[in-house]
Every structure is written in structure tokens, then in C-alpha cells.
């Protein structure tokens, strides 16, 4: 399994990104697929996860309302769109996937990880 994150780069505090994964395998349509992210000097942290059919998401409290994550089978790729970023937004940027396919995986039943895109934020 190969998941590739790209998207990020320099955006203005109250401006707007896409992130998006594209995942090898052809059972891409039955995992689910989460964003997480790693600001300079913290640990990783949940930003989203979306399950196998999209019709289940789950958001961290901080970006409730802000971020929005989504998913086209047909093109095994899943997508991050963030609005109104801050300067907390700032961090490098995972994908995951987690392929046995649970509703609302935990952070530790994610098996697959990608590269990470880096998202920086000024104010």
C-alpha cells in the first residue's frame, strides 16, 4: 500500500487549502482513511476520518466547521478541504488508512501511512 499526500504549501491566515491522498490498491473503496497532522515541537495529532463509503466522517474539535474530508473511490483518493486557516493550522500533514475498514478507527488501527505534505499558515 502506497499513500502519496500533496496539497500543501504557504497559504494567509483566513485562506483555504486542498489536501489530497492517493492511495495504491485496488481494495482502496473498503478502508478507511484518515487525515493527521504534526505541528513543529508537538506530537501527532487526529485531524479527521472518513469510512470505507464516506457516509461516516469524525473531526477534531479544533477544526469542526472549518475542515471537511471526502473521498472518490473511483479515483482511490481522499481529500482534505481546510477554510479559515490559522496559524495552529501549521504542520505537516498525514494521510492514513486504516484497511480493515472500521467506522471511526482510532489513531492506532491505522496500518498505512503516507509521506506527508507540509502546510504553513501566516499571519
Known amino acids: 500500500v502506497q499513500l502519496q499526500a500533496f496539497g500543501g504549501g504557504l497559504v494567509q491566515a483566513g485562506g483555504s487549502l486542498r489536501l489530497s491522498c492517493a492511495a495504491s490498491g485496488r481494495t482502496f473503496n473498503s478502508w478507511a482513511m484518515g487525515w493527521f497532522r504534526q505541528a513543529p515541537g508537538k506530537e501527532r495529532a487526529f485531524v479527521a476520518t472518513i469510512n470505507w463509503s464516506g457516509g461516516i466522517t469524525k473531526y477534531a474539535d479544533s477544526v469542526k466547521g472549518r475542515f471537511t474530508i471526502s473521498r472518490d473511490n473511483a479515483k482511490n483518493t481522499v481529500y482534505l478541504q481546510m477554510n479559515s486557516l490559522n496559524s495552529e493550522d501549521t504542520a505537516v500533514y498525514y494521510c492514513?488508512?486504516?484497511?480493515?475498514?472500521?467506522?471511526?478507527?482510532?489513531?492506532?488501527?491505522?496500518?498505512?501511512w503516507g509521506q506527508g505534505t507540509l502546510v504553513t499558515v501566516s499571519s
Open positions: 492514513a488508512a486504516d484497511r480493515a475498514g472500521r467506522d471511526t478507527p482510532a489513531e492506532y488501527e491505522f496500518d498505512s
